[in-house]
Every structure is written in C-alpha cells, then in structure tokens.
C-alpha cells in the first residue's frame, strides 16, 4: 500500500505579456524575488540561454527605496506575483541599449526620453 505525497501545484511562470504592457507604458512592475518584495522600473525583455530576462531599475525593496540606482537582471521565472502598478518612472541613464547582450536577443525595449 503506497500513500500519495501531495504536493501544492507549482504556480505558472509570470507572463512577459505583463512586462511588455509595463514597457510601453512605462509603469512600475510589484513582485516577489528571492523572498522579498520589489518594485521594478523594467526597461528591457530579451532571451538567453533560452531563458527569459529583464533588465530593471529597483525603485523598492521590501518599502524601501534603494541607496543608489542600479540595473539588475532578473530572471522572469523568478518573480513571483508579478502585476503592473499604477507607479510611473522614466526611463534611467543606466540603460545601455546598445549593450552586446541585448544584440538579436530583445524582446521589447524602452524608448529612451
């Protein structure tokens, strides 16, 4: 006699559909990544290593604001409860569209103001 181990159902992999509405219009992104809480101004979607990425500024993290801004990387399928937020931001000097990675790779970018 064997007993099932159940197992809670795996929650489905945000969607880049959400990124690309917060791309073109430039609206802040909530999530849950690495167990905390994030807020992200997504600046480009792009493939690699047949893994989907985006490339954001944090503008929070867990409530509180960064002490300096940074673009990070953030795999998609890491972040968790991934919504659009009503949080408008412009796009960041930091981003370098130009970036050797980016070539034959992105998905959607930001236009630069």
Do not use: C, W
Request: hydrophobic share 35%; glycine share 6%.
């Amino acid at each position: 006699m064997s007993s099932a181990i159940e197992r809670p159902a795996a929650s489905p992999p945000p969607s880049p559909a959400v990124i690309f509405e917060a791309i073109v219009k430039q609206l802040a992104v909530a999530a849950t990544y690495n167990r905390g809480d994030v807020t992200l101004a997504p600046h480009v979607i792009y493939t690699r290593h047949d893994e989907i990425y985006v490339d954001a500024t944090t503008l929070e993290r867990d409530g509180k604001p960064p002490k300096e801004e940074k673009m990070g990387s953030f795999k998609l399928a890491g972040l968790g409860a991934l919504r659009i937020t009503p949080r408008r931001f412009s796009a960041s000097t930091l981003h370098n569209p130009g970036d050797p990675r980016y070539e034959g790779t992105v998905l959607m970018a930001i236009e630069p103001n």
